[in-house]
């Protein structure tokens, strides 16, 4: 054996080696474990062993554990991953899930009836989902609301950033739901997928005040929610100026690494004109953002990333965020919390190289050794 195929062996054996499930230690399963990180008014919690208890600001929530909330009140809850659950008025939800290490195998919202408004954290692997007992919605990355009506028999979901897929447990009847839409299943297995009115984007935006717990009629909480209306956002709408300013996007499925991307979203409600728009933008695990001036038609905002700026890297995660100046010189950022560290996400396809080499037979005939990896 020469050199040149001890090492191509020896690659091989350690990647073997490395690969081995005898190698891979094995770590427990343990419960999912939350965190009630805000209670606004009436909030209860039950566990599995206990009753109907008062809930606590960093109560622990683990697999089987319930929250309840009263008219006018909300919990917000967190998990180790930064993703949140806002708990509307009137529901009843159960957590539940699986951990292995530090590694989420699967995380489930059980909403027995009420609202959940999320911002899920972008995960390689595993899907949040929010159940109900006629639908399952699966979701990875997205922003956006889930709830069900035992009195209309109907469960719904608005997506304001990311994607889901919307099944009904009755009939598998299955709907995907995008940026800017609303998704609907009946008591009847049946299931459709609409443009989301403004009314659903405000109650479904975790963003917005109201899922924020701020202004929930108590006055602690108001006076916490002033803001300065000279820095990077606006001020909290009141009852006399109508819906909030958002964003309606239409950015979900996958980019694809090497090619270029063209991103469009249309401005909705906002409180002055837009004079600038600004796309900061990187592939997760860089150590900073890039930035592209967009284009303002009307209420329209366009801008193309160039195909270099577009690659898979080891995360697959394509990262962004936006920055607009209005004509009175605020400033206004999407997510509106924390962009730079919360930022919007979208997966990234690998695009495949092949590589032929030719080499020659012992015969003296001419073939082809074909490589092929992910770029």
């Known amino acids: 054996m020469n050199k040149r195929s001890f090492a191509l062996v020896a690659i091989v054996v350690v990647a073997a080696l490395l690969t081995a499930p005898a190698w891979n230690f094995q770590q427990d399963k343990k419960s999912i474990s939350a965190y009630i990180i805000k209670v606004v008014r009436d909030v209860e919690r039950r566990t599995p062993t206990t009753g109907w208890s008062k809930a606590l600001t ?69 899907q949040f989902r929010f159940t109900s007992p006629i639908s399952v919605a699966s979701i990875r990355g997205t922003e956006g609301g889930t709830g069900f009506e035992p009195s209309q028999n109907e469960a719904d979901i608005t997506i304001i950033t990311g994607v889901a897929d919307f099944q009904s447990t009755i009939t598998n009847c299955q709907t995907t739901v995008g940026a800017g839409q609303t998704g609907r299943i009946d008591s009847t297995g049946q299931c459709s997928t609409q443009p989301a009115t403004q009314n659903d984007l405000q109650q479904n935006n975790p963003n917005t005040n109201e899922n924020q717990g701020i202004d929930q009629g108590q006055g602690g909480d108001q006076r916490g929610a002033q803001r300065d209306t000279t820095g990077t956002r606006p001020p909290a709408p009141s009852p006399t100026q109508g819906p909030r300013f958002s964003l309606n996007t239409s950015l979900s499925g996958s ?121």
Not at 98 to 104: A, H, S, T
Not at 340 to 362: K, M
């Open 58 to 126: 960093l109560a622990e929530l683990k697999t089987g554990h319930e929250v309840r909330t009263a008219e006018k009140s909300l919990a917000l809850i967190k998990f180790s991953d930064e993703s949140k659950v806002a708990v509307r008025e009137k529901s009843v939800i159960t957590i539940q899930g699986e951990v292995e290490g530090r590694q989420i195998l699967n995380r489930n919202v059980y909403i027995e009836r009420g609202r959940a408004v999320f911002n899920i954290r972008k995960q390689e692997t595993e």
């Open 255 to 375: 980019l694809r690494s090497g090619s270029a991307a063209t991103i469009r979203v249309a401005l909705a409600n906002p409180p002055v004109d837009i004079t600038k728009v600004t796309l900061y933008y990187r592939i997760q695990g860089d150590a900073s953002y890039k930035s592209l001036m967009m284009t303002i038609s009307g209420q329209n905002v366009s801008g193309t990333i160039p195909a270099t700026d577009i690659r898979a890297g080891a995360t697959k995660t394509f990262e962004y965020y936006f920055s607009m100046t209005g004509s009175d010189g605020r400033v206004f950022t999407f997510p509106e919390s924390n962009p730079e560290s919360s930022p919007y996400t979208l997966p990234i396809t690998p695009r495949v190289v092949r590589i032929r080499i030719p080499v020659t037979g012992p015969e003296g005939t001419q073939r082809y050794l074909e490589i092929s990896y992910e770029e």
